[in-house]
């Protein structure tokens, strides 16, 4: 990742097929992006992309991620939605957003009623201290959102991690 | 179809409608994009997507980005509804998938 402001669209390539109905997501630049170190697209954008118009609601996600990351190559998240995953109600998109990594995208997951519990979790790069936000869309409609501050010591920009 | 080193960790029996938890870990470099003045350009060569099906419907997508740790944890859950296989699929930059299966037996 260089350091460059993240100004440049998201890659949406492998949305493509999704057999799921998720938020439409910007296709156009998809295979461009590609071979680019930042995203056409920045945060706000992104965010407001993913919110459609719709008011998140500021609850209903547990973050869990640490306050304080030595190694921003990888950093530990732990997201759990309360729902109830039935057909009728449940998670069907969780979006994990970064407001400084080149690639304010930086992952999408999606689920079923068969997860039976909305919980995911990986890691990320992260390039600088900054706020994770995380959103995710109900079968129903609703949209929620929680955010949390990560202090990193080490950027994953610094090295080739 | 080609293969990854990965750790698949899941139990291999459940009983019905008992919430498993599947974790997977492959190893890639996940390497990003490089165009920066100055620097050889080099392509994006990630794991972009990820795929678990259950006895042939799939259950689980993620989409990754170069803001993925590299060597790739992903951790989810699903309904143990039928004895079958739970397969995995890892979709790299330049179309190359890499896959790996594990059978659940439900009681």
Known sequence: ?161 | MADITARVTMPTSARKGEIIEIKVLARHTMDRAVDAPGLKPSPRRIIHSFRASYAGEEIFRMALSSGIASNPFISFTTVATETGVISFEWLEDGGAVYSRAATLVVT
């Open chain 1, 1 to 161: 990742m260089a350091d460059k402001a993240p100004t440049r669209r998201m890659v949406a390539a492998g949305l493509a097929v999704m057999p799921f109905a998720v938020q439409a997501q910007p296709m156009a630049s998809a295979a461009a992006d590609v071979n680019r170190s930042s995203s056409s697209e920045n945060f706000a954008e992104a965010e407001r992309a993913l919110l459609a118009g719709r008011t998140p609601i500021a609850a209903g996600i547990t973050l869990d991620v640490p306050k304080l990351s030595e190694n921003g190559n990888s950093v530990d998240v732990l997201i759990n939605v309360d729902s109830a995953m039935t057909r009728e109600d449940h998670v069907r998109a969780i979006h994990i957003l970064s407001e400084q990594n080149p690639f304010p995208r930086v992952a999408t997951f999606t689920l079923s009623a068969r997860a039976g519990r909305a919980e995911v979790a990986t890691r990320i790069r992260l390039a600088t201290t900054q706020n994770i936000v995380v959103l995710a869309e109900t079968s129903r409609g609703a949209i929620h959102r929680a955010e949390q501050e990560v202090i990193v010591i080490l950027g994953a920009c610094v090295d080739g991690g």
